[in-house]
């Protein structure tokens, strides 16, 4: 039986013996050299403001993202929601793409608890008219307007998840921010994969984050740390982040533990994401060989790649009898994710299964 300290740096495992998780980069678990530099972490009270360890992680993720602040919060929803609470007062709307995080997955919180509107966009990324983002921007004064919602802030998410991770331009994320400074609303980044967006583009983060009013960034995804998100942003900001981080009870106490996590996340686990999307393509460009017309091996740009089914769920059901887990993001969308805890062994075993699946399937339309 495993003892609590083997089971305390065990792997998964990968490969030909034990299930390949390629589910989400959620799913990895810390390492064992982030483990030993959580238990050495310094701690304090950091609702004090006395965490030394979340100080650093906050001052470092700033300086890298070149934004004054930072503030630690224990997720990219949250990380999402007091940013733009920060920026949007109630009753005001935000701008997103249709398939947005903050649309989709966060359970409506900014309406639930924020008293914000969204107002939907397809193709932000990339196909939609910059001329027809400005349109949708309604951003007159409210003196003598009682009828028309005002827009508060422009939400741009990048690495866009449900386009299976494609890459904002630099160059579009600049049209944005000269959209948003002229109609004098707030851009916002949900960052939770900023850093594949940087390694993909072989850019520094801080260019892809000198656009926005604010970003959160995510720990927890391809960099490995088991928790935390930063939210970045001005001065003036700040206060209310972290009035609205404590308000949802997300002021945390001996959070230095988890700070570590962060930052050696960020000193170790960014620049290796080049082997997360050298995986994914590979698979994708084993799958579109396997079954041509399910898979587009153009659109992987970073670690997701997408594939086109009869059934997902069906689908994914048979993939995990065989030991592969792969998650359904639409009746007939599958969304398989590269990442730390999954090796070239790994790829390989799930890259034989899911071709032999898709050779099974009916031949795309
Ligand atoms: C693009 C994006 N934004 C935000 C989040 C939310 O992060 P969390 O699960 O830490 O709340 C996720 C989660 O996977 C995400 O993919």
Known sequence: MATPASRSTRRPAAGPVGPVDLRSDTVTRPTAAMRRAMAAAEVGDDHYGEDPSVRALEEYAADLLGHEKAVFVPSGTMGNFVALRASAAVGTEIIADTEAHIVTYEMGGLAALGGIQTRTIPGLADT?????????IRSHSIGGNYNMVRTSVLAVENTAARAGGRVWSPARLDQFRDLAAAAGIALHCDGARLWNAAVAGAVEPRRLAEPFTTLSVCLSKGLGAPVGSLVICDAGRVDEVRQWRRRLGGAMRQAGVLA??????LHHH?????EDHRRAAELAALLANAAPGRVDPKQVETNMVLVEVADAGRFAHRAAEQGVLVGAISPTILRIVTHLDVDDAGIHHAGSVLADLLRAEPAAA
């Open 260 to 265: 570590a996590a962060g930052l050696h996340a």
């Open 270 to 274: 960014v620049e290796r994401l080049v």
């Open 128 to 136: 939609a008219e910059l001329a027809d983002v400005a349109a949708a």
